[in-house]
């Protein structure tokens, strides 16, 4: 099949399940709402991999509902600017079951030998990985993000958590793959201050490594695109891509991105308050 008819095709599968996005370009498309929604009403069979950030709701337990992740995101509470989110306010009980749910709608909406790759920290690993199973991924492995030694530590004493985690596995079988692979199991990437467009935004080129997993013009679904990396990577690495983001002001952060890279552009971050 013609690549820009599968595109097309892939696409309009959304969109006839889903309606229409708050931003489409070139097989990238945004949709604005909850992600246990919009997940209930996606096509069968159709994506490469999920691939998501989701709230990792760390050390949530006994925080309000409209706790300000800022407080626990950002030195000091200050976001320079980088709108807050909801979400993050799970105990870990609730947290696994509520991340089975849309990991198992997920799961439906992937095609046999699909990845599964979802970001978490130390406290929530076990979780995520009993998590990823019970929403029908067979767990195959753990891939580690080194953030670098600019981690924060609480005092001397203590080891700095400067890895996060991705646990990954597929839908069956893993894929035997020819054109690319096998992928790194660890990634040294810093965080660039005008690269994170989101309180607790992952680095570009991290995402650009992992959306290979896509076969090129291949399509990835996430649930949880926040200020759109994944989807920026995608329209980087000539994959294609579906976000779901319940914050409108995040959507359109998302979409400037998107619209940049598609140019060959990374938007800049640009800090509105002091440090």
Known sequence: ????????????????SLGKPFFESQGIAIYQGDSLE???????????????????????AGTSVGA????????????????????????????KYWCSLWIGQALRACRDTAYSLVFTDWRQLATMIDALQAGGFCFKGLIS???GRGSRAPHKGFFRHQCEYIPWGTKGAVPRLMDRGPFD????????????????????????????????????????????????????????????????????????????AQRGELLKFERTTAA
Request: with cysteine; hydrophobic share 30%.
């Open 38 to 60: 919009l997940g209930s009403q996606l096509p069968h069979s159709l994506f490469d991999a999920l691939i998501t950030d989701p709230p990792y709701c760390s050390g949530a």
């Open 145 to 147: 993000w080194d953030k």
């Open 68 to 95: 300000d992740p800022a407080k626990k995101y950002c030195h000091s509470g200050n976001t320079l600017g980088r709108p807050s989110f909801g979400g993050d306010f799970r105990d870990q009980r609730s947290f």
């Open 1 to 16: 099949m013609n690549m820009s008819l599968k595109k097309y095709r892939q696409t309009e599968q959304v969109k006839l």
């Open 185 to 260: 199991g660890c990634y040294q990437i810093p965080v660039l201050q005008k690269d994170k467009h989101h309180m607790t935004g992952k680095p570009t080129p991290l995402m650009q490594k992992l959306v290979q997993c896509v076969p090129a013009g291949g399509i990835s679904l996430d649930p949880f695109c926040g200020s759109g990396t994944t989807l920026v990577a995608s329209a980087l690495e000539g994959r294609q891509a579906i976000g779901f983001e319940a914050s409108e002001e995040y959507c359109e952060i998302a979409a400037r991105r998107i619209e940049a």
